[in-house]
């Protein structure tokens, strides 16, 4: 049985304001394209199709378009509901999906009830478990603790259960949406802790066939059996040296039987770049990355002007930028606002941000700022005036 193992697709989320639905239409359009060339049996997205619980209608549009065309294809389907998705929202009308061969595992009470698939060495127990909230079911399942540990200990223990029902030579399959250890987290990522507790080990997974995980968004083997596939996209400047794709993993009659990362399609390449402004600018080095999404950091030792302004001549995309003065020296100590006019505190923030003092242009236009955020802008004057004097 060969199985594509893809998660953390995020659905209607965007990258510093900018729109990416577009780079997750690929990413579906190469899925169901991988599918068909691979010969997948079985599609497995482990939780956070949706960035948040209730998704705009664009991303609900593109989720049913996905489900929609891999119904209509040769692989079976099994999805389980991360920290970012509704479960309730997600699982909705999942009976009736289940006939069209997309199976919605979004409740926590029935993690041990499989998906059964066959092949021509037996069968297959495809379990899914959503992301499971500590708190929630803590009460329900008895749980001995307040943690993700004990959560995910019950529902392995709820499979395991199954499984010694099952006829001899049955292999396993589980998905899981948590940070277990080994895993290197992302800035994109939504912390989960508990109590300051969210890792659970890999031993939870012990004798599991394959263990597709979901959450971090950087791919990983933690073990031969227990991987992440990492989302298909980048959500983040962090995730810039990550390879974005897809698990393909074959299953034999002894269970794993191979392994194989399948890159998706990139829209538009993250870079972060870092030295003066002028170097930036004029710097050969960086012809690569005029078309890419750019985090720059200067190291200007006077904070530019206009410097985003000024960097988008040459990359159009840059989106964040960040200062960092050669040298590293520590910011000038916070001036004091004590007896000062409004206008006064003004002009010293200019000069403590940026290490220059405001122009005479940018000092008029502050106090014309200033009076119009005033109720009484007489009033504002004649109390600076008398400040001031």
């Known amino acids: ?15 510093h304001g900018e729109d990416l639905l577009a780079a997750q239409r690929a990413y579906v359009d190469h899925l169901i394209e991988t599918v068909e060339v691979e010969q997948v049996d079985l599609v497995v997205v482990s939780g956070d199709v949706y960035d948040r619980a209730l998704p705009p209608v664009d991303a609900v549009a593109l989720a049913d378009e996905a489900f929609t065309r891999l119904a209509s294809s040769r692989a079976r389907v099994v999805v389980t509901s991360g920290n970012h998705d509704s479960a309730r929202r997600l699982g909705f009308s999942s009976r009736l999906v289940d006939e069209a061969g997309v199976h919605l595992r979004t409740d926590a009470g029935r993690v041990g009830e499989p998906v059964l698939l066959e092949d021509e060495h037996g069968t297959v127990a495809v379990y899914g478990i959503p992301f499971l909230e500590p708190d929630v079911l803590r009460h329900a399942w008895d749980l001995p603790k307040r943690s993700h540990h004990a959560a995910l200990a019950e529902a392995m223990r709820r499979i395991r259960a199954d499984l010694a029902r099952r006829p001899v030579g049955t292999r396993s399959v589980v998905m899981a949406h948590a940070f277990v250890a080994g895993g290197l987290p992302s800035e994109s990522e939504r912390d989960i802790a508990v109590g300051g507790i969210s890792v659970v080990p890999t031993e939870l997974f012990d004798g599991i066939d394959y263990t597709a995980l979901g959450h971090l968004h950087g791919r990983a083997t933690l073990t031969e059996s227990v991987r992440y596939s990492g989302s298909p996209v ?20 002894e269970g794993l039987a191979g392994s194989r990362f399948v890159e998706a399609p990139v829209s538009r390449p993250l870079a972060c770049l870092e030295g003066t402004l002028d170097d930036l600018l004029t710097d050969r080095r960086h012809e690569a990355h005029e078309d890419s999404w750019v985090q720059a950091t200067l190291t200007d030792a006077v904070r530019p002007a206009r410097a985003m302004e000024q960097l988008r001549t040459r990359f159009p995309h840059a989106l964040a930028l960040r200062f960092t003065p050669v040298g590293g020296e520590t910011p000038p100590t916070r001036p004091s606002t004590s007896g000062k006019s409004a206008h006064a505190i003004a002009l010293d923030f200019v000069r403590h941000v940026r290490g220059t003092p405001a122009s005479v242009e940018e000092s008029d236009l502050m106090r014309t700022a200033l009076e119009c955020c005033s109720e009484d802008p007489d009033l504002v004057s004649a109390r600076d005036a008398v400040v001031s004097g």
């Open 234 to 253: 980048a959500y983040s400047f962090s995730e810039a040296g990550h390879l974005k794709g897809s698990w393909l993993v074959d299953l034999g009659a």
């Open 1 to 15: 049985m060969r199985i594509l193992h893809t998660s953390d697709w995020h659905l209607g989320r965007s990258f």
